[in-house]
């Protein structure tokens, strides 16, 4: 057996679980997948979240990679980590680089089971901060220059590809380059905000091919995260696993201990379980959605096309938000069979949970200086805003 069809079985521990900390965020990116913001004040305490890490220790989880929100605002961020890596649990996490000074960034460098990375969407202010918000693209270069400084090696900068910065990609490799920092590329889904933004901002057909041709000749030095298997039809197979790695070999926990197949599909039609209720093994290793995305897929109407093992019908998160079937063609299908199907699409689901900023932050991020020790408490232990106790 191949390992991509032993991984397609599924494995009894996820290689990575992406694990939302919270909500909170200082910035309110447009495409946010978890259209984060608010902070939820049921989301899980200290104390639960070293539970769970105690899990993932127990069940050899290589490593967690974190996200939000902004999870350096939760006031136990720096207490976690240190927690997890203790417990031989890795993590990469990832940020806007609003707390990451230089005495975070020296912190950093002290360790070997951290990674980072650093949140661009465009290799530009311009247009970057169109979609992140004024001023988020200094407060970005200025992290990465923190955690050079320090001596933090290979950090990455993690970019959403989009209609607006695929002819940047050049440009995000150089910035890469000067930093010491690994260029990352993700795709693109119309998962939370991304939902209400995407036919403006996925990418067209046209830079779907000037993305193919980039990576097959750059994508050696690029991680993509398996996020770009759909372009395989183009030709030959991208680097990496190539398959949906939904409930398989990934999953993930959000803030307030749901746990859902995919971080791109946060939708009641994709939670397994709970850690509170259940615990994370007993979701990942009994439930029945779990068991059955395990189950042998059939491919659908995609079966019959001559490009089903290099693409193998594309993103399931793409698929159902934009209305289409799981066993169909994927919306960006670069043979051209999504944007048929979406012509007879009259609704789709809508992501579920909205955490935004009340009062339109979305034109910009909050104005926030560093004026706190990373690991010094919150105001209030109940207080919901995200950036209690900080100067504005």
Request: hydrophobic residues 40%; glycine residues 10%.
């Amino acid at each position: 057996m191949k390992l991509v069809e032993h991984f397609a079985t599924g494995l009894d521990a996820p290689i990575c679980l992406t694990w939302e900390l919270t909500y909170a965020c200082n910035l309110a990116c447009l495409h946010c997948l978890s259209s984060s913001g608010r902070r939820d004040p049921r989301e899980l305490s200290t104390e639960e979240c070293k539970t769970v890490i105690d899990e993932l220790q127990r069940m050899q989880v290589f490593y967690v990679n974190i996200g939000g929100g902004e999870p350096t605002v939760r006031s136990d961020f720096w207490e976690l980590v240190d927690y997890a890596t203790a417990h031989q649990v890795g993590v990469k996490f990832s940020t806007n680089g609003v707390r990451i000074d230089a005495a975070a960034a020296r912190r950093l460098a002290a360790s070997d089971y951290v990674d980072v990375q650093i949140s661009l969407d465009g290799a530009t202010a311009e247009v970057n901060d169109a979609v992140r918000g004024a001023g988020s693209f200094d407060m970005a270069l200025a992290a990465l220059q923190h955690l050079a400084d320090a001596g933090f090696r290979d950090a990455k900068i993690s970019v959403v590809c989009t209609r607006q910065n695929i002819g940047q990609l050049d440009l995000f490799k150089e910035l890469a380059d000067r930093y010491g920092a690994t260029l990352r590329l993700t795709r693109l889904r119309p998962s939370g905000r991304g939902a209400d933004v995407w036919d403006e901002m996925h990418p067209t057909m046209a830079q779907q091919r000037e993305l193919y041709d980039w990576l097959v000749a750059h994508g050696e030095g690029v991680l993509t995260g398996d996020s770009f298997f759909h372009l395989s039809a183009f030709g030959s197979a991208l680097p990496g696993l190539n398959l949906c790695g939904a409930g398989r070999v990934v999953c993930l926990i959000d803030p307030v201990g749901d746990v859902y197949a995919c971080p791109f599909a946060i939708h009641d039609a994709f939670l397994a379980g709970n850690v509170r209720t259940a615990g994370f093994q007993e979701v990942w290793q009994r439930s029945e959605l779990f068991a059955e995305l395990r189950e042998p897929q059939s491919g659908g109407a995609c079966s019959s096309c001559q490009h089903y093992d290099a693409c193998q019908g594309g993103c399931m998160a793409a698929k159902f938000f934009t209305g289409l079937p799981l066993d169909g063609p994927d919306p960006e299908c670069v043979q051209g069979y999504g944007e048929l199907a979406l012509a007879s699409v009259t609704s789709a689901p809508k992501p579920t949970g909205d955490h935004s900023h009340r009062g339109g932050v979305r034109g910009g991020p909050v104005p926030v200086s560093i004026g706190r020790h990373p690991e010094s408490r919150p105001v209030s232990a109940c207080e919901e805003n995200p950036l209690a106790g900080l100067t504005v």
